[in-house]
Every structure is written in structure tokens, then in C-alpha cells.
């Protein structure tokens, strides 16, 4: 089978280094691609939103297969694109279609959506330009700290946690008012604020049957001990410790099964992976936010744990029959640790040299924003540029073997976290 996938992230370098383990693969096509899809797969240079230029690539290199990995693509649309050209109506695409993609691409739908469906989530509001005076009222009545959401895609900054009223009042004036992060503010959700820890469960749907992959856990601030700005993602673990069997039935009962039969309520056929970022509030979950796609770097723990070959996975998922289907995972725990270029996420520099190592056993090392110069010579080309990951039978070993992993990756002004995973040594320690 021909297969093209979209993106060029670490997100889209595992999906090739999974789906090219395949014995089902006959080529695999990548659009963009960086440096490391280039040592599995042909790059093909066109733009991810460039729905024309990939439905002539897959006409001229009879793709069979299209897994879309970012959501901009899917939230534009390019699933109904290639269903209304009769030519390409036969290409099979794991992805939802623009309506299924609201999900992610408008937070008020989605709030919505779970409201109307009785899926676990914080209370919130809505507001716009005209109604901002009722916003800057509304939030003189709720507790702090509150959340403020940007409405569309907003390439993970659209969220702000404000820990006064002052700053909240400024950060929604800007945000309607100024239209801080463009059309994606021209709606603001005003939410409460949920204690408890973060994890994300992703769900793999072929519009009836679903499968649960394994979980993970992410850590999006770019300083130890999770401070400073936010950012896409500086590691990630899969499985989360906290999450014990008992947690994740809530979750598949109260979260995936409600959000699926709300999905054909509302006539949505939805083939593709479902990202739930969940928080557990006190051993309950919460849904904070749906993406309508696999999550990076998470993907790059999750994918390394599924046994079962992708591409018949896939294709079982855009043919409608996940049922036939066993899911096989390995026990082991993956750590990812993100290697970043100096000054991200503000202002930082591409172009710069690498040394990449060789990966050791159980070891992967995925290519996020990297690019080829010749042959052999990979630069930098991105804010997160690289990402080491580790499995191993312990959570503490995964640790230490992704950390050595990232420190060997060279290039100038490199930075990573050095704490990913060790907030959760505490929990196996309870589990003694």
C-alpha cells in the first residue's frame, strides 16, 4: 500500500518510523517531512493546507493511504476536499472531516458539545466583542484562578490562566478587543479553573467501533518543575502511573463512549484519532479540551507502545472495521524528553549544525523541526527540533536513559528539561 502522511513533526517522523515497520507497506510519502521522515520516506515539498498540490502528489504517486497528522488541515477541511473530487473519493483517509474537526477547531462547539452530551467539564461562558462589558462583569463574580480560552486554533497559545482579576480583565480586553491572536479570540470562553493533574487519553474511532491507545502525559512548560511559558510540549510519559484501571473505566465510560454516540447523534461519521486532554480532579475526570488529532510529543510515547502493525490498523480504521482488530501493547514504560533551540518558545534561531548520536537499545530519536543541507548534514528548522525517547520496564530507568539521549543530541544554544517523568516516581512509591 502507497501511503502519504501529512506534517512534519516529530508526531509525523513516528507515525513513518512506525508505519514503516509494516510488511503492508509498499512506499511511504511524507508532505513536508524533515530531516528524519527523509531517512524512511520520500518528502514531498507541499505545504500541509496545500489541498490542490497533495491531490495531484497522490494522483502521481497512486497514494492508497492518507494519515493527516496536524489539525490545521483537518479543520480546514481537506477530508470533505478529497470526498467531493470524484477522482480522489477513493483514497482512504484517516482523519475526520470539518465537522468532525470542530471539536478542536472551535472550543465553543466543543464545550457545547459536551454539555449537551453530559460529558465531565468545567463550567464556562462565552463571550464576544459586543459582549464584552457582560465578560469583564462575569468574571467579577467567579473565583480565581480563571481559565480564558481563545474560541479557534490559536497553535497552542490560545489559553491563559490569569491568577487575578486585574489580569484576567486585561488578558480578555486584549484578546476581543485587540484580537490578540487574531479571528481565533473573535470568541473568548471564560472557564473555571480545575485542581488536579493533567493527562490525555487518545482514542482511535472508525465512526462506530473505537479502540483506547495507551495514555500519556505531557508537560508543557519549558522550565523544571513546570514553570515558565507555556510551550507545544518538552516531554511526555505513556502509561501515567495515576491512571490505574479503575480511572481509565471512568474515563471510557463517562468521557470516549459518550463522546462517540454524540458524534453520530449529531450525524458526524468521525474516522480518526480523538485526543482527550483530561484533568483528574481527586480520581475523577474531567474533559478540558478535545484535539482532532494525535498530540506531539505524545504520539512519540504512545506510538512506540502499540504492537499491533499500523498500517492494518489504519486501514481498518478507514475502512470501518476497527472491530476485527486486536490492539497489542507493550508493558514498558516510553519517556520523550524535547530538545528545544535557545530562546524558545519566544524568538529563537534555525539553521544551526547538529550532532545526533546513534540511538542505543530501546532508544528512538525522532526529528521535530529539522531539515536537510546535502546528504548528511542535518540543521535546525524549528522551535522544538528533536526528541529522545526511551522505553525500559521501569519509569526511573526510562528516565535516565532519555535524559543521556538528549544530552549527546549537540547544536548550539540547545536546551531540555531535566525533570520529565520525576513528578510521578511519587506515585509508584504509593503504589509499594
Known amino acids: 500500500m502507497n501511503i502519504l502522511i501529512i506534517g512534519s513533526g516529530g508526531r509525523e517522523h513516528a507515525f513513518a518510523w512506525k508505519i514503516s515497520q509494516s510488511k503492508n507497506l509498499t512506499q511511504l510519502f511524507v508532505a513536508p517531512g524533515n530531516a528524519g521522515t527523509a531517512q524512511l520516506a520520500t518528502n514531498l515539498p507541499i505545504a500541509v493546507s496545500d489541498f490542490t498540490g497533495i491531490a495531484q502528489a497522490v494522483k502521481e504517486h497512486n497514494i492508497e493511504m492518507i494519515i493527516v497528522g496536524p489539525e490545521d488541515p483537518l479543520v480546514k477541511g481537506i477530508v470533505d476536499f478529497f470526498k467531493k473530487d470524484k477522482s480522489l473519493k477513493k483514497v482512504k483517509i484517516v482523519g475526520p472531516d470539518a465537522a468532525g474537526a470542530q471539536l478542536e477547531g472551535s472550543k465553543d462547539f466543543s464545550k457545547n458539545f459536551m454539555q449537551k452530551y453530559g460529558i465531565p467539564t468545567a463550567a464556562s461562558q462565552t463571550f464576544t466583542k459586543d459582549t464584552l462589558d457582560e465578560g469583564l462583569a462575569y468574571l467579577e463574580k467567579q473565583s480565581l484562578p480563571i481559565v480564558l480560552k481563545a474560541d479557534g486554533l490559536a497553535a497552542g497559545k490560545g489559553v491563559i490562566i490569569a491568577e487575578t482579576l486585574a489580569e484576567a480583565k486585561q488578558s480578555l480586553h486584549e484578546m476581543l478587543a485587540e484580537a490578540k491572536f487574531g479571528d481565533a479570540s473573535s470568541k473568548v470562553l471564560i472557564e473555571q479553573y480545575l485542581s488536579g493533574i493533567e493527562l490525555s487519553v487518545f482514542v482511535l474511532s472508525d465512526g462506530k467501533n473505537y479502540k483506547i491507545l495507551p495514555e500519556a502525559k505531557d508537560y508543557k512548560r519549558i522550565g523544571d518543575g513546570d514553570k515558565g511559558l507555556n510551550t507545544g510540549g518538552m516531554g511526555a510519559v505513556s502509561p501515567v502511573p495515576f491512571a490505574n ?140 527540533v528533536i526528541v529522545s525517547v526511551a522505553m525500559a520496564r521501569t519509569l526511573n530507568s526510562a528516565r535516565q536513559k532519555s535524559q543521556r539521549l538528549a544530552k549527546n543530541i549537540i547544536f548550539d544554544g540547545r536546551y531540555y528539561r531535566k525533570d520529565i517523568g520525576k513528578d510521578l516516581l511519587k506515585f509508584l512509591k504509593e503504589q509499594e
Open 245 to 384: 484501571e479503575a480511572f481509565l473505566q471512568k474515563v471510557e465510560e463517562r468521557v470516549v463512549k459518550p463522546t462517540l454516540a454524540g458524534l453520530q447523534t449529531e450525524g458526524i461519521k468521525y474516522v480518526g484519532f480523538i485526543f482527550v486532554g483530561l484533568m483528574n480532579v481527586g480520581g475523577e475526570p474531567y474533559v478540558i479540551e478535545y484535539n482532532a488529532r494525535m498530540g506531539d510529543p505524545e504520539t512519540e510515547v504512545v506510538l512506540p507502545r502499540i504492537k499491533t502493525d499500523m498500517v492494518k490498523l489504519m486501514k481498518a480504521t478507514a475502512e470501518g472495521k476497527l472491530d476485527k482488530i486486536k490492539l497489542s501493547l507493550n508493558p514498558k514504560v516510553a519517556i520523550a524528553t524535547v530538545v528545544v533551540a535557545g530562546g524558545y518558545p519566544e524568538d529563537y534561531r534555525k539553521g544551526d549544525l547538529m550532532i545526533i548520536p546513534k540511538a542505543e537499545k530501546d532508544t528512538i530519536i525522532f526529528h521535530a523541526g529539522t531539515k536537510l543541507a546535502g546528504d548528511k548534514i542535518v540543521l535546525t528548522n524549528g522551535g522544538r
